[in-house]
């Protein structure tokens, strides 16, 4: 049994990179399932419900500062690569049909919990919060929401199974519908996105090298904002609206964004410290929980389909309305609900001039997922929970 929080933390930082370090080197199906944000969760969790660790005063100190310290820093550095001058120039068009998939998502889950929320638990509210966080952002929001919310750890197992296995049918169907468009496009009378492409939306040629200055700037980088954030929040009033931890979240995002606006942006390594702090993060979620909320896992599933199906539906309802191509429906519902590592990848098989487009529309989505997942748990509240 481990007895030292340095110990314990060592621990947090293997899991937090050994799967993500398997991924890169092995081709294993379970990949494509389940990916390494999951199961280094599901790994923890594990470890933890086995009594590698006992959670003694300075343990449970060594989790609170990580998550109270780490995750402001991580939605930092996040945004701090968005370009919002590019996002900007991408077009009217293309901007409505990004805003369609969001709020088609929001749309959809509010219905889902009208519809079910007499057979969901009590803390369901929080769960389907953080999972929209993550699915108009990414991760690091669903994480950011689920912090602010007060989210049990043993819940947060629902949640990332959820975004993981209902993301993975979902990338598959868009994929799928690739060579659907031509017909689709047709029918619909479509105005075809790659016609739409502005100069702006290149992509940002910046160097990419990292090194160990640039990660140790970073990281320090992160940490000091982090803690302006923590402080501006505690003078900020705080309501069951806005918490201080809501606030903190909410100002980090902010100061990432205002800091997209400097020479920062141009300097490499933030995505990859931001990565690397979220597989931290999350390995901390997990080392307090247990897998007693597990059995509600299928439930919790069975809404992230509703959900998708919702969402499948309004932007169909959207493409006829304003005659968006289905490349467009696809990349801005992928920008939302997966993210910068799917999106691009499924605007270049549409026709690779749109990938950048991939790249920038995800961006918007790190930029309001926080908001957008806060706003939904505000109302759950409100619809009664």
Sequence with gaps: MIQSAWAYVGLLLVCAGVFPFLEKRM?????????PIVLTYLAVTALSVGGFWQADADMTAARKQILDWLLPALMFLLLVNCDMKAILALGPRILLGFACATLSILLAFLAVFALLRGWLPSDSWQVLSSVSGGWIGGTANMVA??????????????????????????????????????????????VVMVDLLAPAASGDGGPRQLDAGLILLWLGLGLIVGNAAHAMAAALPSSPVLSTGSWTMLLATGLGLAASFTPLRRLAGSMAVSNALLAVVVAALASGADFSGMSQAPLYILCGFLVLGIHAVLMLFAARLFKFDLALCGIASLANIGGVASAPLLAATYAPALAPIGVLLAMLGYLLGTGGGLLLARIFQMMGV
């Excluded at 081709?27 to 990916?35: E, G, K, N, S, Y």
């Excluded at 990332?160 to 029918?187: E, G, H």
Aim: some cysteine; glycine content about 2%.
């Design 27 to 35: 081709a294993w199906r379970i990949f494509t399932v389940l990916p």
């Design 145 to 190: 929401v689920s912090q602010a919310v007060g989210i049990r750890p043993e819940s947060m197992a629902n949640a990332l199974l959820t975004d993981a296995i209902c993301y993975a049918v979902w990338v598959l169907v868009l994929f799928a519908s690739v060579p659907l468009q031509m017909r689709f496009n047709q029918r619909n009378r479509s």
